[in-house]
């Protein structure tokens, strides 16, 4: 079965710093990953996929098949990113097959 | 653009009591879930629904059954309400076969 981890529930980091958002995952095929924000008292979003190769609000993540992880990086934190962040994986198989991690609560200092 | 909408936002409910849990999207989405959130497990599947008509089981589906009204609508009920069943319950869409999700803001419900 596959598994998603997020090894810190919280992470805190001073305004301007980078920041580092941890995910490993445990799957043996090929899985589609997802990074999902939730900001204070709103719902729970898409952030950005790694199919996409995207950045979203100065974050990027990249696929490492080698390691099995997925982290969330921006080079510079912002107040506005304080917020919890879920890793997610989706296997092949069907929509039984996402998983999610257990979230990391990212704390920018002001 | 509403996207998923939940209702209600919150529920108490006593042990052995019924509720709906009610779920509308707008995008106009083939597939719908219901997931539950507890401290420390992160997201869990209940049931979802990837076209309509359709409905399954996801990883937790006992104590709950789900309705899928129409292409808009997609309800989670529990027939007898359990103190395991307190939980952030979440309802999301998504096109077929695409696994980003929108998800509506969740319904905090507490069985006592």
């Known amino acids: 079965a596959q598994r998603v981890t997020q090894p810190e529930k919280l992470l805190s980091v001073f305004k301007g710093a980078p920041v580092e958002l941890k995910c490993n995952y445990s799957y043996s095929g090929s899985p589609e990953l997802f990074w999902y924000v939730q900001y204070s008292r709103q719902r729970l979003q898409l952030l950005l996929r790694h199919i996409s190769r995207e950045s979203i609000k100065g974050f990027t993540a990249d696929l490492n098949k080698g390691e099995t992880s997925f982290h969330l990086k921006k080079p510079f934190a912002q107040e506005e990113d304080s917020a919890m962040y879920y890793c997610a994986l989706a296997a092949s198989g069907g929509y039984q097959k996402v998983t999610f991690g257990i979230g990391t609560k990212l704390q920018v200092i002001p | 653009n509403a996207g998923v909408t939940q209702t209600p936002k919150f529920q108490v409910l006593k042990t052995g009591q019924s509720m709906t849990l009610q779920c509308a999207q707008d995008?106009?989405?083939?597939?719908m879930y219901w997931y539950r959130q507890d401290p420390g497990m992160g997201l869990r599947l209940i049931y979802y629904s990837a076209s309509e008509g359709t409905t399954d089981k996801g990883e937790v589906p006992n104590g709950y059954n789900v309705s899928r009204l129409n292409k808009r609508e997609f309800s989670l009920r529990l027939e007898s309400a359990a103190p395991s069943q307190t939980s952030v319950y979440f309802c999301?869409?998504?096109?077929?076969?695409?696994?980003?999700?929108?998800f509506g803001s969740g319904t905090r419900l507490t069985v006592v």
């Open positions: 995008m106009n989405h083939n597939s």
């Open positions: 999301a869409s998504s096109w077929q076969g695409d696994y980003g999700y929108t």
